[in-house]
């Protein structure tokens, strides 16, 4: 089982940044996928942007450009850098995980994510 805790969300003005950060405890692997997904009110969970232990990356078309993701194996936690913010980029923000070969997701509780105008 892994546990995931997401930190970092908050109220932030158009154009504005936020760093967001989660933690992986339990049973991790060495390699594995770790990203960030987000909902929106009344929407699917979609991909904001995942990287693999090689440190390749995978962004969402709506956020390459302005979201950096990073990652830290060492301590078993993956940031989400957020810049030049859009009211659009409101969502409750997911952290994920997944072990190569592994069809099982796992997935934070979330942190919400608020961009005003």
């Known amino acids: 089982q892994v546990q995931l805790v997401e930190s970092g969300g908050g109220l932030v003005q158009a154009g504005g940044s936020l760093k967001l950060s989660c933690v992986a405890s339990g049973s991790i692997f060495r390699f594995n996928t770790m990203g960030w997904y987000r909902q929106a009110p009344g929407k699917q969970r979609d991909l904001v942007a995942t990287i693999g232990s090689s440190g390749s990356t995978d962004y969402a078309e709506s956020v390459k450009g302005r979201f950096t993701i990073s990652r830290d194996s060492g301590k078993n936690m993956v940031f989400l850098q957020m810049n030049s913010l859009k009211p659009e980029d409101t969502a409750v923000y997911y952290c994920?995980?997944?072990?190569?070969?592994?069809?099982?997701?796992?997935w934070g509780k979330g942190t919400l994510v608020t961009v005003s105008l």
């Open positions: 994920y995980y997944r072990r190569p070969g592994d069809a099982t997701n796992y």
